[in-house]
């Protein structure tokens, strides 16, 4: 059986784009401009999007390695978690396409039920779709 680490990493990049994210609309920006490399929203924004794009291939791939049958059964789950991902990368895109990314828009976005049905889906993700141990 194949895993895909990509998947791991991908909820990663996620998990920690919005953990910094949670920080910065605490921060009372007005600007991401003249933040330090690391402590740049759009850096975490950036890797979000990369993570976020093409998503739902890489959770279907992990499904079938588990078990050819577990993707026709979590179908349902699986289109709504594409959804889900399709539309926090359109608002995290909207976010980066402004010339200033203010606190507000961050905490704004950290609201948007879109994003937070979106990291719900991924918890389940990663326990359901967790290799089985193996018992001594």
Same mark, same amino acid.
């Given at each position: 059986?194949?895993?895909?680490? &990509?998947?791991?990493?991908?909820?990663?990049?996620?998990?920690?784009?919005?953990?910094?994210?949670?920080?910065?609309? %605490?921060?009372?920006?007005?600007?991401?401009?003249?933040?330090?490399a690391?402590?740049?929203?759009?850096?975490?924004?950036?890797?979000?999007?990369?993570?976020l794009?093409?998503?739902?291939?890489?959770?279907?791939?992990? %499904?079938? %390695?588990?078990?050819?049958?577990?993707?026709?059964?979590?179908?349902?789950?699986?289109?709504?978690?594409? %959804? &889900?991902?399709?539309i926090?990368?359109?608002?995290i895109?909207l976010?980066?396409?402004?010339?200033?990314?203010?606190?507000?828009?961050?905490?704004n976005?950290?609201?948007?039920?879109?994003?937070?049905?979106?990291?719900?889906?991924?918890f389940?993700? &990663?326990?359901?779709?967790?290799?089985?141990?193996?018992?001594?």
């Open positions: 059986m194949t895993t895909t680490p &990509d998947l791991d990493q991908r909820i990663e990049a996620i998990e920690t784009g919005y953990e910094f994210m949670l920080a910065y609309a %605490a921060q009372g920006r007005d600007t991401d401009k003249g933040a330090a690391g402590r740049n929203v759009r850096e975490y924004l950036d890797k979000m999007v990369a993570a794009d093409g998503l739902a291939p890489v959770i279907a791939a992990r %499904a079938r %390695a588990l078990d050819p049958k577990l993707l026709q059964s979590c179908a349902a789950f699986c289109a709504a978690v594409e %959804a &889900d991902a399709l926090a990368l359109g608002a895109r976010a980066l396409a402004r010339e200033d990314i203010s606190s507000q828009l961050v905490d976005l950290n609201a948007s039920i879109h994003l937070r049905a979106l990291l719900t889906d991924l389940v993700v &990663d326990e359901a779709l967790k290799p089985a141990k193996k018992r001594p």
